[in-house]
T-cell receptor, first 114, second 115 residues
Framework: GESVGLHLPTLSVQEGDNSIINCAYS??????FIWYKQESGKGPQFIID?????DKRQGQRVTVLLNKTVKHLSLQIAATQPGDSAVYFC?????????????FGTGTRLLVSP | KAGVTQTPRYLIKTRGQQVTLSCSPI?????VSWYQQTPGQGLQFLFE???????NKGNFPGRFSGRQFSNSRSEMNVSTLELGDSALYLC??????????????FGSGTRLTVV
């Protein structure tokens, strides 16, 4: 079925700590995964993506890990800053739909304390 | 360049009424997708339009419909509103066939409240 879920609804960290946000997906046919950040009053903003033929991808302060064996995706944020406070969504995309249809997880709220 | 523009930002309607939301994509983007966001269900895909044709559709009742114009602007309509239709409605525009990092951009949404 089409379901992408998250383990934790809220994650609280201290500024400077590393944050890890997890996501589980159910469809092994998914071939592309994306992490989005959504701040209050705004639409989701693209953070980083990973194809199903990769295990890890790094960006600026962010790393996405994909474990296809257990259908698990994680987003790691290094040296978390107050500006990282937002809701984070993982999303699943399938090339056969032309990438225009995304299946989103329910979201994890990240709270960063100074 | 201008981003995805959604109007209005906020809307309050009464049960049984109908509503039309508008989305203007980024210039040059020809694909527009619509999503419904609620606290309980999260972000759910409604439909996608390209070249004035609906290409993909999510699992929503027929009360939810949309269309796209020749300038790629899109509208979605919800008829016979129910309380459960209260949500943030987001649209995203993209270049056809491109992965999300290549231009799948969301607007800020229209907050619809049904009373």
């Amino acid at each position: 079925g089409e379901s992408v879920g998250l383990h934790l609804p809220t994650l609280s960290v201290q500024e400077g700590d590393n944050s890890i946000i997890n996501c589980a997906y159910s469809n092994s046919a998914s071939d592309y995964f994306i992490w989005y950040k959504q701040e209050s009053g705004k639409g989701p903003q693209f953070i980083i993506d990973i194809r199903s033929n990769m295990d890890k991808r790094q960006g600026q302060r962010v790393t996405v890990l994909l474990n296809k064996t257990v259908k698990h995706l994680s987003l790691q944020i290094a040296a978390t800053q107050p500006g990282d406070s937002a809701v984070y969504f993982c999303a699943e995309s399938r090339q056969r739909t032309g990438f225009q249809k995304l299946v989103f997880g329910t979201g994890t709220r990240l709270l960063v304390s100074p | 360049k201008a981003g995805v523009t959604q109007t209005p930002r906020y809307l309050i309607k009464t049960r049984g009424q109908q509503v039309t939301l508008s989305c203007s994509p980024i210039s040059g983007h020809r694909s527009v997708s619509w999503y419904q966001q609620t606290p309980g269900q999260g972000l759910q895909f409604l439909f996608e339009y390209f070249s004035e044709t609906q290409r993909n559709k999510g699992n929503f009742p027929g009360r939810f419909s949309g269309r796209q114009f020749s300038n790629s602007r899109s509208e979605m309509n919800v008829s016979t509103l129910e309380l459960g239709d209260s949500a943030l409605y987001l649209c995203a525009s993209s270049l056809v066939g491109r992965r999300p990092e290549n231009g799948y951009t969301f607007g800020s949404g229209t907050r619809l409240t049904v009373v």
